[in-house]
């Protein structure tokens, strides 16, 4: 998240969204599913994509696609 | 892949996007040559190609900064482009007017008509407002995206063929076609498009797509920032011929465009002397007797690259690191503009610790893909220069005219023979080519009357025997030179009054051009200049060549035996009418 947003990891928390975070545009949006699916190597359908709106609610979308929620929430962070 | 092996830009073509952000923003601050503008024009959402296509070209040391125009603004952006150094023009069928991909075929003609009428006039602007751009990379249209598995020839690919005909008229000097479609099929249309985005962005390409992308385009960047390679230095002993000089021999290289190996080296030649005439400088570096080389370069057969190609060459006993060092000195030009190719892993990673710089291609392990990995390699060489490749392009149409009106108007095939103006060269007893004779004996089946197989020790003794005469071949027309492709075995018997056809043989490569009737006239021609009477010959059937069954009664032979396998034929000379096939010329080659 913080290579697609440009900004640093740290700042990154539960609770970020499109509201916290100013440079989360709905192209960057895009940007951010499609480095998620690559590195995660799942695809989204069209409604999860609209439902992606924090980062709580993505790490639970990809522990309910089987990744195991502690550690993609860890690459999460430090990845994007 | 496209240029998988070039290095530099195709080094981040494996990477994930996350990794490519991540180098982009580290790569940004570490280049102090100026910026290297690049505007992208776009009717669709293309924004991702931002990092993807500036990170390879900064790892060029080309500091690129791409900006991207607003979306479906091209025409209004094209006026806002005085500052770029290049400018990129996505612009996609499907949203010239939204939906067209589908909307298209329910147009009637006035719509239809309008559609390519706006889109033209469209162009005409971009054109005029981009005139002072120093470059500009214009999409071929395509309906690929929406095409690619319907049968019909429909009215977006009609569209699209309309437009970029429209293109290649009205395209100034400044501006290049993008083959889109070629980068579309090396990624798989279906792994190029994520229609997600589209309907909900319209966005078509994915990740992957702007990869390929990005490498597909890089050479016309490279070229303007003046980085396109400008000499292929070469080594020589499995690399440009198989075999070593020094161990095998002059006559044992194997360079020869009909032998299985040695066919894979004539057409890396080839694609060294094509380079060549696109103003490459060739070099070679080998390590061998300056002598030896020389003589294959002057006078080997097969040998393509002639002293008048070879800019310098280095075939001595120094270590290729200072021969490259020489040639740098010698011609005045940067490491950074050599390729090198060689076949040994140790010359290869010796240049490659040295004189990092230079790009080395490595001839693959498995060499039936060492042309195509040198073909993925050419455009390191892409030269936008104009006069070049509009003098190439001059020749290339001047070809196509030539093949089109050879295909064209001919109702019946004489006339469609005569057109291509055939010559047939037949030479006896000739020693210089018992291996290929040999090998045709081996190879052919199809147009083969009695199938018999030959080593070269046989068809040496045939040349050699005063009861024998070797006939072979070449068929040439105004497109080229078949080479060896025919071979005929005759024995004199009863005090030469008798001569018996023990193999008649053509390859499949020159059939269906009635070559086999204007031989057969020329041997019995030659025959009964010889005082010889009467002629045998005969047909043994094999499961593959059945087509030459009748091919002695054609030739007006008399049937005299007909087992299951065998039919023996005689001809009494005088009876022979010949059939005087006034399109072939046939030429005398070498006798002993």
Redesign the interface.
């Known amino acids: 998240m913080s290579?697609?947003f440009?900004i640093p990891a740290e700042m990154i928390n539960e609770e970020s969204s499109p509201d916290t975070i100013e440079s989360w545009d709905?192209?960057k949006h895009?940007?951010l599913v499609?480095?998620l699916e690559?590195?995660f190597d799942v695809v989204f359908s069209?409604e999860e994509?609209v439902e992606m709106l924090n980062f709580a609610l993505i790490k639970e979308l990809l522990s309910s696609r089987g990744n195991d929620s502690s550690t993609s929430g860890q690459v999460l962070s430090q990845?994007? | 892949m496209l240029g998988s092996n070039s290095p530099g830009t195709g080094s981040t073509s494996e990477l994930?996007?996350?990794e490519i952000?991540?180098l982009h923003?580290e790569s940004g601050s570490n280049l102090n040559s100026g910026p290297y503008r690049v505007s992208v024009l776009s009717n669709i959402?293309v924004?991702?190609i931002k990092e993807i296509l500036e990170l390879p070209l900064r790892l060029e040391h080309i500091n690129a900064d791409v900006s991207i125009g607003d979306y479906d603004n091209i025409v209004q952006d094209s006026l806002n482009c005085e500052g770029s150094n290049a400018v990129i023009i996505f612009w996609e069928l499907c949203n010239i007017v939204d939906g067209l991909q589908h909307r298209i075929e329910l147009f009637d003609d006035e719509q239809l008509d309008a559609i390519l009428e706006k889109a033209k006039s469209e162009i005409d602007l971009v054109f005029k407002n981009l005139q002072q751009t120093s470059l500009v990379l214009i999409n071929k249209f395509t309906a690929l995206q929406f095409s690619r598995s319907n049968i019909r020839c429909n009215r977006l690919e009609e569209l699209a063929n309309q437009l970029n005909r429209y293109l290649t008229q009205q395209m100034p000097a400044n501006t290049r076609l993008v083959g889109i479609e070629k980068v579309l099929s090396d990624v798989g249309v279906a792994n190029a498009l994520?229609m997600?985005?589209y309907?909900?962005?319209k966005?078509l390409y994915?990740?992957e797509f702007f990869k390929a992308y990005s490498r597909y385009i890089s050479p016309f960047f490279m070229s303007a920032n003046g980085k396109a390679k400008k000499a292929l230095i070469l080594d020589c002993d499995n690399t440009l011929w198989h075999g070593v000089l020094g161990e095998d021999g002059f006559d044992n290289i194997d360079m020869s465009p009909n032998s299985k190996i040695g066919a894979i080296f004539s057409e890396i030649q080839a694609m060294a002397l094509t380079l060549n005439k696109q103003g490459v400088l060739l070099c070679l570096c080998s390590k061998n007797n300056p002598a030896d080389v020389a003589a294959v370069v002057s006078s080997h057969p097969d040998f393509q690259l002639r002293k008048e190609y070879i800019t310098i060459n280095k075939s001595n006993w120094q270590d290729k690191v200072s021969n490259i060092r020489d040639i740098s000195e010698t011609l005045n030009i940067g490491m950074d503009s050599f390729v090198f190719v060689d076949d040994s892993p140790f010359e290869a990673n010796m240049i490659r610790e040295h004189l990092p710089e230079v790009t080395v291609l490595q001839v693959p392990e498995r060499l039936h893909e060492y042309p195509q990995m040198f073909r993925d390699n050419l455009s390191l060489f892409y030269n936008l220069s104009f006069t070049a490749e509009d003098k190439n392009k001059v020749e290339m149409y001047k070809q196509q005219a030539k093949r089109d009106s050879a295909k064209k108007g001919y109702t019946d095939i004489e006339d469609y023979l005569a057109s291509l103006g055939l010559k047939l060269t037949v030479s006896v007893d000739d020693m210089s080519i018992v291996p290929r004779m040999s090998q045709l004996s081996q190879k052919t089946n199809q147009f083969n009357l009695t199938t018999k197989r030959y080593t070269e020790g046989e068809i040496t003794s045939f040349i050699e025997n005063e009861d024998s005469k070797v006939f072979s071949f070449s068929v040439a027309d105004r497109f080229g030179d078949s080479g060896v492709t025919g071979l005929c075995i005759v024995k004199l018997c009863d005090d030469s009054r008798m001569a018996d056809v023990d193999t008649f043989l053509m390859s499949c490569r020159v059939l269906g051009r009635n070559i086999e009737y204007a031989f057969v006239d020329y041997l019995l021609g030659t025959l009964k200049q010889s005082e010889v009477k009467t002629v045998a010959a005969q047909y043994s059937s094999t499961n593959k060549n059945e087509q030459v069954e009748d091919f002695y009664d054609k030739c007006c032979f008399v049937a005299k035996s007909d087992s299951n396998s065998t039919k023996k034929y005689s001809l009494d000379l005088v009876k022979y009418e010949p059939k005087r096939l006034t399109y072939i010329q046939v030429i005398n080659g070498r006798s002993d």
């Open positions: 290579a697609v440009d709905s192209l895009m940007n499609v480095g690559e590195e069209d994509i990845e994007f | 994930k996007y996350s952000l991540k923003k959402t924004h991702q994520d997600r985005y309907y909900s962005s966005a994915t990740i």
